[in-house]
């Protein structure tokens, strides 16, 4: 897609960096950017900017944390470390997820991502090492497991509870089956299966 501006050409090539976001939906951000909402962008950019420089890793939890080598909100909180409940999940997506259903009050451990030794990604880039001194906490009880239902999900559900089982934790996996509201002919076979599976009593 050309312009009559190399600057802008720049700022259309630039915004597609963003997931979903394709040649002609970055241009029209880009032009309402410049017809509308240049303040804001310059604003928008700044926040970005900063955000990029200073957001680290909890250094217990991985999930995002303002200040580097300081533990998240969530960590922080000694009701959510006695609860003896760690939620093991694939993204700081899924924590916020979690958060706004409001139903889950224990601790959390962020993988950002899945074993996958197609792409590099295997234990030590997941943080395993780090988990395997959160499974060594005495208050711990029992390990969630959240991640996708996936083929490298599962294999990395299956890593984590053979590291829990060593240490003689309860492991668990979230259900997985009928949606609310769904119905059967519109659900995948794979969904249904794992509906059987996992069946629970009633």
């Known amino acids: 897609m050309s312009s009559s501006s190399a600057l802008v050409e720049k700022l259309i090539s630039a915004l597609q960096i963003m997931p979903g ?28 900017k900063y955000a990029l420089e200073h957001v680290s890793l909890c250094p217990r939890c991985r999930n995002y944390t303002d200040v580097e080598n300081t533990e998240c909100e969530l960590c922080s ?15 700081p997506g899924d924590v916020q997820a979690l958060e706004n259903s409001g139903s889950f009050l224990g601790t959390y451990f962020v993988l950002h991502g899945h074993l996958s030794p197609i792409d590099g990604i295997g234990p030590q880039e997941l943080g395993f090492p780090l988990l395997q001194h959160c499974f060594e906490d005495p208050v711990l009880k029992e390990v969630i497991i959240a991640v996708g239902q996936t083929v490298e999900g599962e294999a990395t559900a299956q890593f984590i509870a053979a590291m829990a089982h060593k240490r003689n934790l309860k492991v668990s996996r979230i259900a997985t089956g009928i949606p609310i509201g769904g119905e059967l002919s519109s659900t995948d076979g794979h969904t249904l299966e794992n509906s059987i599976n996992f069946r629970r009593p009633y």
């Open 21 to 48: 976001i394709g040649p002609v939906s970055a241009a029209r951000i880009a032009y309402y950017l410049l017809d509308r909402k240049r303040q804001e962008g310059v604003a928008m950019s700044e926040t970005v």
């Open 77 to 91: 909180g000694t009701k959510r470390r006695q609860s003896g409940l760690l939620c093991i999940v694939e993204t």
